[in-house]
Each structure stands twice: as structure tokens, then as C-alpha cells.
């Protein structure tokens, strides 16, 4: 669940993020450094684009590190519960009208786990599955069109 206050994190997404930034704090920033000692050191600063680059990087990485930052200081990290339900942290497997199974990893967008189709529940399909429980239908508006789901299996994400 996400509100004004933080965004809900599983244990595993918490500590992602705080390793990304503890990586970018320290690696990332003295890499970043030597690329614009050794860029300064090629010359003129108006037409070195290895300079312009690596300082792009540079506001690129801090701007991400505001972000961590952000997100790790107002995360509610908690283990979900197992209800039965769609609720944040839960995988839900559904089957679309030509009888496809999909599986969707229902949480925030920091909770992003390789492989796997992210529904947050501030998109429309996530809002859609919230409270479902197998067997219930969903429909839901997209930008693409109109989608409706079967709910066939719900799990704790592990």
C-alpha cells in the first residue's frame, strides 16, 4: 500500500535498495570521480564530451541517491500475510480472455523484481486485483483498452 506517508517494501526490496545505495555512495562515486579526473586531464573542458559525460553521470547518480534516500527513509517494510486475497506482496496468476496465464507481482514500483510483471496498486490492474480472491473476475480501463482477468491462484511472494 502506498500513501503520502512512504511506500510499502517487502524485507528483500528494503534491503536492495539500501545495498544500491550503499554501492553508489561509495563505488559509484569514486568511479565517477576518477572518469572526470582522467576526462579534465585530456584538456579543454568546452569540447571534451568524455568530461560532459562523466558529469552527466555524475548529477545522474546523486539524483538517484536523493531518490534511495527518499524512498529507504519513508519505506513501511513488513511481511505480507497470507489471506487467501490480492493484497500488496502477493502474486496473483490470472488468465486473460484467450486463456493465457499471466502472473503479476502485485506492489509498488521499488519492489520490481527481474523477471516478473509489477501491478501496482496505484496502476489500474493492480486497484483492479486488490481484494480479489480466485475465482473472482476483474475488469479494469487501460489506456489500451478495456482488460478483464479470472484470478486462478494467489501467493505470498517469497
Known amino acids: ?28 562515486r569514486e568511479e565517477v570521480v576518477a572518469r572526470i579526473a582522467e576526462a579534465r586531464s585530456h584538456g579543454d573542458l568546452k569540447e571534451n564530451s568524455e568530461y560532459d559525460t562523466a558529469k552527466n553521470d555524475q548529477g545522474l547518480m546523486e539524483a538517484r541517491i536523493r531518490q534511495l534516500k527518499h524512498t529507504i527513509d519513508n519505506a513501511h517494510v513488513a511481511e505480507v500475510e497470507d489471506s487467501g486475497s490480492v493484497a500488496v506482496g502477493t502474486v ?7 486463456g493465457d496465464e499471466i502472473e503479476f507481482f502485485v506492489a509498488p514500483a521499488e519492489n520490481k523484481i527481474s523477471g516478473m510483471l509489477l501491478a501496482s496498486p496505484d496502476s489500474p490492474l493492480g486497484a483492479a486485483l486488490l481484494g480479489t480472491r480466485p475465482g473472482d473476475t476483474v475488469t479494469y480501463d487501460a489506456p489500451g483498452g478495456t482488460f478483464t482477468y479470472q484470478v486462478k491462484h494467489v501467493r505470498v511472494y517469497e
Open 1 to 28: 500500500m502506498t500513501d503520502d506517508s512512504g511506500t510499502w517494501l517487502t524485507p528483500a526490496a528494503f534491503k536492495k535498495l539500501q545495498d544500491e545505495l550503499d554501492h553508489l555512495t561509495t563505488v559509484g
Open 92 to 98: 496473483a496468476t490470472v488468465v486473460d480472455d484467450d
